[in-house]
Each structure stands twice: as C-alpha cells, then as structure tokens.
C-alpha cells in the first residue's frame, strides 16, 4: 500500500510538449483523473488522449465554471475523497493538469484536499507562458529584467497598478476581460509591442498585435504578452 | 535549403523532462550547439546526453562567464555565424537550451543574431521556475494572484522596490547574491515561508528554508520561491 497520487503536467495542448516522465506515469498509472466542463471533453484529457494505453479507470471532474468564478468546494472534496481510496488501495493515481499543476492550474485545489492524506508526486510540464512566448517568437525576459504575471479578471485599478512600471508583462486567463486589458495597457502606454497569444501550440493557435484585434473577448486559453519596453 | 535552426528546451536537469518533441528533434538534428563554459562540460549538453544518437556534429559556445557578468558579443557573434553557415548547407542545427528558450535563458542571444537570418523554431521547455515549485512542493501562484520573478543581481534599491507590494514571488540567479537576497527579504517581511531551491530534479537537489540556510552563496542553479503573503 504505498500508491501516490502524481499531478501531471501535460503542456500546453500539443500532445508532443508532454515530457518523457509524464509519458510513462501516465502510461502505468492504473486511475487516471482531469478536470473537465459540466458537459463535453476534458482538454486536460484531450492532450494525453494518443498516449493512453485503455484499461484505465477514469475520474473526470466536473466542474460548472463560468470565466472569473471559482469553482465548487464540494466538488474537490468529492474528487479527492475518490482519489484517496484509490491510493488507500494500492492504486497509482495520475492527476492530469494543463500546462503546469503550480502555475495557476487547478490542480491546486486538489493538492491542498491531497498533500496531508497521501503520497504526493509533481511532475513539472510546460506552461503555456513558455507555450505562447516561443509560438509567437517573443522572449519573455531577459537578462535582469524583472517578469510579473497578472491575471486579466482583477479590477482595472488592480491591473493598472500592477502594470505602472513593471518590465515584461505576461497577462493571463484573458479570455472576456480582452477589451479591458487592451485599454487598460493603451492607458498604461504599455499596448504597442502587446501580442495576443490564442491556443498556443493546438493547431487553431492564432497570434496578433493586440492592436490589431477587434472585439472584447478572446478563449479562455489565450494570454498576452508584452515584452519590457527597454528591451 | 530549408534547414532550421531550433531552439530547444531541454528543461531543468532531469533528462526525463525532456519533452517528446525536442527529443525528437533532438535525435534528428545533424548538427547540435549549446552553450559551455571555459573550461568543462555543457550542462545542457549533460542533460541530453543519455538520448544522444551519435555522429551529430557539435558546436560548444564556450564562454567565459562569471556570474553576474552578461557575454561577449564576439563569441555568439561566431557562433551564429557557424550555425548559419550549417544551415545554408541544408543541415538542421538543435541549439540545446537548459530550462526553456525564452525565459531568461542565454540562447536569447544567439536569438537576435539569427531570426533574421534563417529559419528559426522555438520548441518551448519546462522551466526551472516550475522544476523548483514542484520539487519544493510549493504551488508558484493561484487564482487571481500576481507572480512576480526577479534576477538576484539587481542592486539591493532594485530589488527591494520590486519586492515591495509583490505577491507570489520568485528570486532567479541567486548564486552568489545569496546573502543580499536573505537580508533584503528580511527587510520587507518577506522572508517566512521563503524556500532555497538548489539543483532542482539533479541528484543533488537541495531544498531548505531560506532563513535556515548559512553562508552567502548558493550554486549558479538556485532560486528563492516565496508564496503570496496572502495565501
């Protein structure tokens, strides 16, 4: 009985930006688990879909989450009871998270119900920060330049605060806050250079000078960039 | 002629965090380049070695590099034009990059020497920022967070007008800046819950509290991960 529970990092959406290590725990892991919508595909399962071997038990967490909500307490605390007697059976249980499971993944909501209970493994993956950066061609940093990450659904005084002298700027979970956040970076003299970064990696990825882009709302999966203006 | 240059993330030290596409391109690539110090060996290289074909032409940019001190331009100067040189010759060029390209990573160097010049891809990697969070068993930011990343070589001014205000924060190129990194925490009330990562995924990983941890310097690959006060 010494099973563990491993959060997977499965990249950003393209099935070949899994690393080898996630490959093969996933490849033996006996349970399998991934957040997923009310209703239709996981995206978490859609990544790792031509690895998996079949045969595997699957726990599918269902989530009804609107853009800027935070999800249901009582629906991980059901995910993680599940998980835990898995584990207390002396079954492997592979968590798969999007992109990184500590990089603003909702694994974290799982590990919290799951660190003082079992055997506990993170896998790193790569994030879609790395994901959207090298798909559009634009470093995030360099040398000294300090990064900040800010999530697109904090107020605009919020945002605006956290962008007055910041260097590279990566603005997440953009999805429909895209109109605010081009204006609140029009406000901050922070828009030329801004680089909208849609499904990086899947084959619908699109990339465009924020500038260039019309409308208020992106995918929930989209980010955007804006390199240090003393670069 | 249609080579490429990629750029290819190699991830953290672990050769198992290697993705299933740079391993590819990888094995594939004729001609492989990577960053090396004066004297010894490539750490990138090391990482990739136990997935090394054989019989791939190498380019070592070897560069004598204290820590702190930014490159010479003359040494990516001749190694881009070396890689060119392949490429025009119709040979695809693998430039190993530890961690991710583009995340502070020396192969922005080579970058701006060559994406005018030739075919350019950036297979992005799993970064020592999400290596050290799960090896730590530190989640690097949630929810509506702001994650700030900083370089440690910063003067203390610098880095204390950064940390002031920060929520999730991470301190890059400790090195030898240890002491600094310490002390100026300490002053902002940032120092509880900071966490040293050495080596994250090597065989001589080391992870501590920051505030027990002696001496004023920590190896070359080392990073300060503070949660968010707030979490």
Chains 1, 2 share one sequence.
Do not use: W
């Not at 968590?95 to 974290?108: H, I």
């Not at 909501?109 to 879609?128: F, I, N, W």
């Amino acid at each position: 009985m010494s099973a563990t529970v491993y959060g997977l990092g499965v990249g950003p959406g393209d099935p070949e930006l899994l690393t080898l290590k996630a490959l093969r725990i996933l490849r033996a892991a006996p349970v399998i688990a991934y957040p997923a919508p009310d209703i239709g595909d996981s995206f978490a399962r859609m990544i790792v879909a031509p690895h998996l071997p079949g045969g595997q038990q699957e726990i599918a967490i269902r989530m009804p989450l609107g853009d800027g909500q935070f999800p249901k307490a009582e629906i991980y605390d059901g995910a993680a009871d599940e998980i835990v007697a898995h584990v207390a059976a002396g079954r492997d249980v592979a968590v798969l998270c999007e992109g990184d499971p500590f990089f603003y993944g909702s694994f974290l909501y799982l590990y919290e119900r799951l660190v003082d209970r079992c055997a506990l493994q993170v896998v790193p993956g790569v994030s879609s920060l790395m994901a959207c950066a090298g798909a559009a061609g634009l470093p995030i940093a360099r040398r000294n330049e300090t990064l900040t990450v800010v999530p697109a659904p904090l107020p605009d005084d919020a945002l605006r605060a956290r962008l007055v002298g910041a260097e590279a700027l990566a603005i997440i979970k953009v999805g429909r806050h895209l109109g605010r956040v081009r204006r609140v970076l029009a406000d901050c003299a922070r828009l030329d250079g801004a680089c909208l970064v849609e499904r990086a990696t899947l084959a619908s990825q699109r990339i465009a000078a924020l500038r260039d882009v019309g409308g208020d709302t992106a995918p929930y999966f989209s980010m955007v960039l804006v390199p240090s203006a003393r670069s």
